[in-house]
């Protein structure tokens, strides 16, 4: 049983909070909102003397993340971090030290048709991949205005570039590092919201030539797939309806999984001392700068070229 801390209590704070209690872990909470938790501060420096946590989940807004993780260092803090994606809100020089025991929540990575889906292309040699993720925001959170939402604040770190960026750490995670993108997109004005909402990228990567990404706040229904084809067939994944099928197979093999397990299974995997398939600093790093190289692209009308 470990001692947490929770940095921000919006409904994702509230969900790994929910789910480390479950766990058995004694769970404290920092959030400058009134909110009912039986040990609740109101800054991380108070909680660390108060409770001296040894792993610490940072989901408050993204903008947020660098000054949270700076209170940790100034506390003194040498225990495991978990920083809700994406990892910062754009990069800084003081980044580039890698933080040992510090890793980003893309939760997708322990998804089982994800697992199934790397095993699968490990083996062969992909051509080309098709990734495609969308909802239209106003249904994200019912019965709030979605221009209050923190989704809809680029100063909050908001939009669906990042957001939606789970897409962004699978491409890697699937395909090893990117080499060049090229991209279109921004804030269509549709949703009366500042933030982008729409997003067509183009990428190479170092295990497949051709990646085209879609990500969007408009999706009507909501959509999560990704096609890959390789030089043996071709395989599918629907991450909503839970199917993975491939070419050689007539029928899919059919995969539902609750939201909650992805983040239980990323806990206990993180806390277990065998971190495995959990996102690192340092890859939680490369998704900040892919983010950024597809908005210049899409700023400059260029190819932007992977750091080597």
Request: proline content about 4%; charged content about 20%.
């Amino acid at each position: 049983m470990a001692r947490t801390l929770v940095v921000g209590y919006g409904s994702i704070g509230e969900r790994h909070g929910r789910l480390l209690a479950e766990l058995g872990h004694e769970v404290a909470v920092v959030s400058r909102r009134a909110i009912s938790h039986s040990s609740k501060f109101s800054a991380v420096a108070d909680a660390m003397r108060a409770i001296k946590p040894e792993y610490v989940v940072i989901a408050n807004e993204t903008s947020a993340h660098r000054s949270t993780v700076a209170a940790l260092v100034a506390c003194n803090f040498s225990g495991i971090i978990l920083i809700e994606k994406p990892l910062f809100e754009c990069t800084s020089s003081r980044d580039a030290t890698d933080r040992a025991n510090t890793y980003v929540g893309y939760a997708l990575r322990f998804h089982p048709l994800m697992v199934q889906l790397r095993e699968w292309v490990r083996t062969r040699r992909v051509v080309s991949a098709s990734i495609h993720v969308g909802q239209n925001l106003s249904r994200w959170r019912p019965g709030r205005d979605l221009r209050d939402s923190y989704s809809a604040q680029p100063a909050l770190g908001g939009g669906v570039l990042r957001d939606l960026s789970h897409e962004l750490d699978y491409a890697i995670w699937l395909f090893g590092a990117w080499r060049r993108v090229a991209a279109i997109g921004g804030a269509s004005g549709v949703l009366g919201i500042e933030a982008d909402d729409h997003w067509s990228i183009v990428a190479e990567f170092d295990r497949c030539p051709q990646v085209s990404m879609t990500l969007s706040y408009l999706d009507e229904p909501p959509r999560r797939q990704i096609v890959v084809n390789t030089d043996s067939g071709t395989a599918s994944v629907d991450l909503l309806r839970g199917s993975f099928q491939t070419s050689e197979q007539p029928e899919p093999d059919r995969i539902r999984v609750d939201r909650d397990e992805l983040y239980r299974q990323q806990h206990k995997v993180i806390l277990s001392g065998c971190p495995g398939q959990a996102c690192t600093y340092g890859e939680g790093l490369a998704v900040v700068l892919f983010i950024e190289a597809i908005e210049s692209a899409a700023r400059t009308g260029f190819w932007i070229a992977g750091y080597r």
